[in-house]
């Protein structure tokens, strides 16, 4: 499967109400032997909280730029449990019922899947035209 953005998360876009510069974005370390991705999955409650390895992690130095979505390259640190084949990117708005999904990545990071050993899990970004997404 290639990275994709949920389908509401377009809607929203589309809408105006979801902001990916100003809001809180949070990417998670996905174990997909415990998560299949939906298109009409919306929100954080969606995604099993047995398919979340880790803690998530605030997306800094956020940009959109000619619709392509970008920020800086994160650390996920002292990462127990199930090996992690996806990411994914919500906003989030507090509570689980309530944080919409934007993407789901299983290409547009270096070092997936990854098995956590208790160390730091470092995602890179793609560099290319294509950043974390482009609309």
Known sequence: MASVVYKSAKQKFLSGTLDLT???LKAVLIDTA??????????LDDV????????????ASK????GV??????????VTGDQCEAIIIYEDSGS??????I????????GLPVTPNGGNINVAWDNGANKIFAL
Not at 63 to 66: G, N, Q, S
């Open 34 to 43: 415990d998560y299949t991705f939906s298109a009409a999955h919306d929100f």
């Open 22 to 24: 100003s809001l809180t």
């Open 96 to 101: 689980e019922a309530t944080s919409d999904l």
């Open 63 to 66: 940009t959109v730029t000619d």
């Open 103 to 110: 993407c789901y990545i299983d290409t547009a990071a270096s």
């Open 48 to 59: 099993p909280s047995g398919a979340r390895v880790g803690t998530p992690q605030t997306l």
């Open 69 to 78: 979505f970008d920020a800086a390259d994160i650390t996920f640190t002292s």
